[in-house]
């Protein structure tokens, strides 16, 4: 089912009233939600009440995550540890020069200058790669490369920029240094035992750059998590369907989810299309949720006579249903419910509506599960805003922009209904009108979420 009934994006509601509800449709203001049906919804559908996005989110936590696994440090770049990796050896391991120059005992070189040099005998040099086979007397150096091994003896390196090399065997140091002045300690970039990538976070590129100096060739990290992706409706017909019959649409919303499961780090099962069957939504559910992490359903989540996803969904067991409605637009008729342990996910119809919600409400379920604790980077743009966006105070908007300008950056929203797909590839990111908000004004200045 679609939400064209709530209205697209753009397009006010009908009689809107605190809360998201339409007044009379979904109930009316001050009708209560049915007793024991967490965050509303009518056993026959009648209407559904709404919660605030961030109100979800806060309270949406199911318990379900990812089982742990084993993989090879070269297959693990954005995967996510199930605990904090730690250095079993101190890093680089050796006291190491960070300059090329001399090794030398700090106290002779002080009062070197210009005009009064210190004199030291040259012992010999460090090759790199190699132990150091000389050792730093009083009144003597020992040429090192950087990132050569310091001698015994020696506490500082005086960088080549401040010697001379007058007579043979002798150099003349022409500035003093202290103690530590161009090494690095032996345990001065990790410690043993020190944390080298934290519980939670996906390993990027340096972390593992790091792993592998430390000599740490395998890694525990929690399992991609499973998602089942299931299409509702007698309407929908699969992606590669050459002729549509009069009243058909393909199926665009799974496609586009499973893009952006693989993109968060998820594994998508897409389940198919389950036609306006009852019996067959709640088999079809059931099988996802014994086999899957979670499980996304897009349409059946409204209010129409077909829409059986809450239904459903209640027959999995408990704890069920946590809430049906989201304060947004586009987006409204929305499910979220615990089946077990298991989250299930109730999209609108309209694939700009489903993957809006997704975004903002599905990816963060997704991560919770797979054991992401830190909050993902976002690419973020402020812009200035080239027109005025109307909105409802108690409703949070999304508003799909196009940006142009490169030096000062101007955001035009994109205005349409819901139902247009079209309305997301040509925009090239959104922005976010808080639920307090009546309205962004024109010229303002705005924070643009990139895609």
């Known amino acids: 089912m679609t939400d064209r009934e709530i209205g697209g994006l753009g397009a006010e509601p009908p009689d809107r009233v605190p809360g998201g509800n339409a007044q009379g449709k979904f109930g009316g203001l001050g009708a209560e939600p049915p007793v024991g049906v967490p965050g509303g919804g009518a056993p026959g559908g009648e209407f559904f009440t709404t919660l605030g996005v961030s ?17 090879p440090r070269e297959q693990a770049l954005g995967r996510v540890p199930a605990s904090a990796v730690v250095s079993p050896a101190p890093l680089p391991g ?15 070189t002080y009062g070197a200058s210009d005009s009064l040099p210190s004199y030291l005998d040259v012992l010999g040099s460090v090759r790199m790669g190699a132990a150091a086979d000389v050792a730093v007397r009083p009144g003597a150096a020992v040429s090192v490369p950087t990132g050569a091994v310091i001698p015994d003896g020696a506490d500082a390196v005086v960088m080549v920029e401040y010697t001379q090399s ?39 590129a340096q972390d593992l750059g790091l792993l592998a100096a430390a000599g740490v060739v395998d890694v525990d990290v929690t399992a991609k998590p499973r998602v089942g992706i299931i299409s509702t409706g007698d309407e929908v017909v699969p992606p590669d369907t050459v002729r549509l019959a009069a009243g058909q649409v393909r199926d665009a919303t799974a496609s586009a989810l499973a893009a952006l499961v693989t993109e968060a780090g998820g594994e998508p099962s897409p389940r198919g299309i389950v036609p306006d069957d009852a019996d067959m939504l709640t088999k ?10 979670m499980v996304v359903v897009s349409a059946g989540s409204s209010v129409g006579a077909r829409d059986m996803t809450v239904s459903a969904v209640r027959a999995l067991g408990e704890p069920g249903v946590f809430c049906h409605g989201l304060a947004i637009k586009p987006g409204k008729p929305t499910l979220l419910a615990e089946c077990g342990d298991v989250p299930v996910i ?13 975004r903002l409400v599905g990816l963060p379920t997704l991560r919770l599960v797979g054991g992401i604790t830190y909050p993902p980077p976002s690419a973020t743009t ?15 908007d999304v508003v799909q922009v196009r940006l142009s300008g490169e030096v000062a950056p101007v955001a035009t929203p994109i205005f349409g209904a819901s139902a247009l797909l079209s309305l997301l590839t040509t925009a090239d990111g959104y922005v976010v009108v808080d639920e307090a908000a009546t309205g962004l004004d024109e010229n303002a200045t705005v924070t643009v979420t990139r895609y």
């Open 55 to 71: 109100e979800a989110l806060a309270g949406f936590r199911p318990r379900r995550r990812s089982d742990t696994e084993r993989v």
């Open 94 to 108: 050796f006291a190491r020069s960070t300059v090329d120059g001399y090794a030398v005992r700090a106290s002779d």
């Open 166 to 204: 007058t007579l043979p065997g002798v150099v003349e140091v022409t500035r003093p240094v202290a103690p530590a002045d161009g090494i690095v300690r032996a345990d001065e970039d990790v410690a043993p035992g020190a944390e080298l990538a934290p519980a939670g976070r996906p390993l990027r």
């Open 284 to 293: 079809t559910l059931e099988q996802a949720v014994s086999e899957c992490d």
């Open 346 to 358: 109730g999209l609108p119809g309209n694939p700009l509506s489903a993957l809006v919600v997704f």
């Open 382 to 396: 402020a812009a200035r805003l080239s027109r005025s966006v109307p909105s409802a105070a108690g409703r949070l």
